[in-house]
């Protein structure tokens, strides 16, 4: 039960976490774009609710220890010590960041309607006001459009990709780092995962002979 806690509960969560700093500067980059968005809350939800579920791997692993009894060794302590870790890097740096981040997908999409409606109301109201106008009024209007406004679906993937790594398609310098940092956060928890799950199989200075 202990390891398959492990496989169920953790597995979801490291592979979630990975995935979701890339689908939230997709999601900044196209702030009208749903599907963007539905992936990178899709992505937040898994890591909230089977982080919860991690709690029975270490409730199983303690069990597990004791009935093998090996808790007053060494190598379990310090598997105890970096999943204690690890939770830390979940908890306090991991979800709170995707939640902003999310916050920030919703805000930018809210924004972006708000904007398109306001086109529409300013287009109807002074349709027909002339040609020069409205020449004017466009040129203005794609100096002062955003970059997160382009539309990037159409782009070739390779020039999207160059402007999420730029942070020119997110409007956002700030967003963008904190998508990296967020990346560089996962990494440092999969990593203690990986530690602990080597820890667990080699059992160094083991003397249980199990």
Same mark, same amino acid.
């Given at each position: 039960m202990h390891v398959l806690a492990a496989i169920v509960a953790i597995g #979801?969560?490291?592979v979630a976490a990975s %995935?979701? #700093?890339p689908a939230a500067r997709a999601a900044l980059a196209r702030p009208g774009d749903e599907h963007s968005a539905g992936v990178a809350r899709v992505l937040y939800r898994i890591?909230?609710?089977?982080s919860a579920l991690g709690?029975?791997?270490?409730v199983f692993g303690f069990f597990t220890a004791q009935r093998l009894d090996v808790l007053g060794q060494i190598w379990l302590m310090v598997a105890i010590a970096l999943t204690g870790l690890a939770a830390l890097v979940l908890a306090f740096a991991v979800l709170p960041a995707q939640r902003n981040l999310i916050?920030?997908?919703?805000?930018a999409a809210a924004a972006h309607v708000a904007g398109t409606d306001n086109a529409g109301t300013d287009n109807a109201a002074t349709g027909g006001g002339g040609a020069e106008a409205s020449s004017g009024d466009m040129l203005v209007s794609a100096m002062d459009l955003p970059t997160?406004? %382009?539309p990037t679906a159409s782009l070739p993937a390779s020039r999207v990709a160059a402007a999420l790594d730029s942070g020119a398609a997110t409007g956002n310098g700030f967003a963008l780092a904190r998508t990296k940092r967020l990346a560089m956060t996962a990494g440092i928890f999969n990593l203690l995962?990986?530690?602990?799950t080597v820890l667990?199989?080699?059992? #160094?200075g083991s003397t249980t002979g199990i």
């Open positions: #979801p969560v490291a %995935m979701f #700093p890591c909230g609710i089977y709690l029975l791997v270490i916050d920030e997908i919703t805000t997160a406004d %382009m995962w990986a530690a602990v667990m199989i080699i059992r #160094p």
